[in-house]
């Protein structure tokens, strides 16, 4: 070492020396690793009890991989003649996935959901861990713990307790770019009438205990949880209802509906959260003001100084409780003219929210009245990772990739891979509860 700092002072040599030394320090920590396992699994073997109708039949060999390299166990082996399936109970047991050890499995799990890519996951791990996986290891790794993550998302709430003011629950959808064979016979946006995304529902709950000198809500810190699903709206708004219920719902003192004024979305905030303050997104709000601009202007420059006072305008009619306001002025200017029908329509969504746009109100409650924290995280949760250039999913693959985002972002990690592993061992009881 002292011969190496004499004659080789350059950042080139000093920094090719920690990866030798890692590689060093790995091979003694794989034997280690190795000895504990085997050990671990012979401790097991000798004590378990096999399934009705299999017989041991022998010893079998499995390649195992961890974070330091690569070794081999000798595990018991069953087999079923009648079914013509066989299983080694060490493997469920230990919490072995594919020949990954429980915490490679978990690094893979999390580094495949949180790169940009597979293929990014796969030189992240290698560089920084010195842990060699494929991006096809990786995606399979994903795509077989992925239906776990998917059910823990889903899974019936314990109702939690919550000593929050508020209690806030968003929502919004977003396209995820899709295979052909998914969107088949689909409605979309483009040109040709087809579908090229399906899409993707994002929830989040977070809570609020104060307000700042100004009388500002201000959101309670690491409070986010989030939920996915690709499924319906119908689906989604009860597995949503179910993570309100566990950060809370029953026991707070008022529940705040973020959303924007789309009829699902409003039908399932009646439907799931009944007893909540429902308020249409602030921001949605002026999009469609905007909207209603063009329709009575025709297309202009959005950062053009009339269009801007036009909306500035408004946005003071609707924080100041005065949306009739602009949904009189509107039709007044478009009386009488052509305009008048596409004007109409887009006020539409004026009319079909008013209860819900009460923004002066709103606000002297201490109330948020924008959906930023859902809109942040379909593009972090969702945008970040499943709209790169040119991905195209299919359903599963996504439903998979984002629930593991969503677990991530949760903070829950811990609980999760507690629960996942608990089922492995659970696959060795030869004889199930009755539910």
């Known amino acids: ?11 080139e040599l000093l920094q090719k020396l920690e990866p030798l030394v890692r590689t060093a320090v790995f091979k003694p920590a794989n034997a280690v690793v190795g000895l504990l396992l085997q050990q671990a699994v012979d401790t097991f073997d000798a004590s378990y009890q096999p399934k009705p109708g299999y017989q041991y039949k022998a010893r079998a060999v499995l390649q195992v991989q961890c974070l330091f390299g690569f070794h ?3 595990r018991d082996y069953y087999y079923n003649p009648k079914r013509r399936e066989g299983y080694c109970p060490a493997d469920s047991a230990l919490g072995l996935e594919n020949g990954s050890t429980p915490w490679l499995t978990r690094v893979t799990c999390r580094e495949g959901a949180s790169a940009r890519c597979f293929r990014e996951a796969s030189n992240n791990l290698a560089e920084t861990g010195g842990v060699k996986v494929s991006a096809r290891q990786i995606q399979r790794m994903v795509q077989r713990i992925g239906s776990s993550a998917q059910a823990w998302q889903k899974r019936e709430a314990v109702p939690g307790q919550s000593e929050a003011a508020v209690l806030y629950v968003s929502a919004d959808g977003t396209g995820v770019p899709a295979l052909p064979s998914e969107t ?7 040109e040709d009438g087809k579908a090229t995304t399906r899409q993707a529902y994002l929830g989040c709950v977070f809570t609020q205990h104060e307000r700042d000198e100004k009388g500002r809500p201000v959101r309670d810190p690491n409070s986010t949880t989030y939920v996915s699903s690709m499924e319906s709206i119908h689906e989604f708004g009860p597995q949503l209802r179910q993570e309100a219920l566990r950060r809370g719902l029953a026991t707070v003192p008022q529940t705040v509906l973020l959303i924007d004024g789309a009829w699902g ?13 429902q308020i249409v997104d602030f921001f949605h709000a002026m999009e469609h003001a905007g909207e209603v601009l063009v329709a009575l202007h025709g297309p202009q420059p959005t950062d053009s100084p009339e269009h801007k006072k036009r909306l500035r ?18 039709r007044a200017r478009a009386a009488g003219t052509a305009a008048a029908p596409a004007v109409e329509k887009a ?6 929210n008013i209860d819900r746009m009460q923004y002066k109100t709103f606000r002297d409650q201490g109330f ?4 930023g924290v859902v809109e942040a995280g379909c593009k972090s ?11 195209r999913w299919t359903v599963r693959g996504a439903e998979n990739i984002l629930a593991f985002r969503c677990i991530q972002s949760s903070r829950r990690l811990d609980e999760f891979w507690k629960h996942h592993l608990n089922l492995r061992a659970a696959e060795n009881d030869p004889l199930h509860l009755a539910a």
């Open 313 to 330: 305008s408004w946005a003071k009619e609707l924080l100041k409780d005065r949306v009739e306001n602009l949904v009189a002025s509107a």
């Open 381 to 391: 949760v969702i945008g970040g990772r499943c709209k790169q250039s040119g991905m």
């Open 1 to 11: 070492m002292a011969r190496f700092a004499a004659s080789a002072p350059s950042g």
């Open 347 to 352: 006020l539409g969504y004026f009319q079909n």
């Open 368 to 371: 948020f009245i924008g959906s």
């Open 72 to 74: 081999e166990i000798d």
């Open 265 to 277: 979305l409003e039908k399932m905030g009646l439907s799931c959260f009944a007893k909540s303050i």
């Open 184 to 190: 088949k016979d689909r409605h979309g946006k483009a």
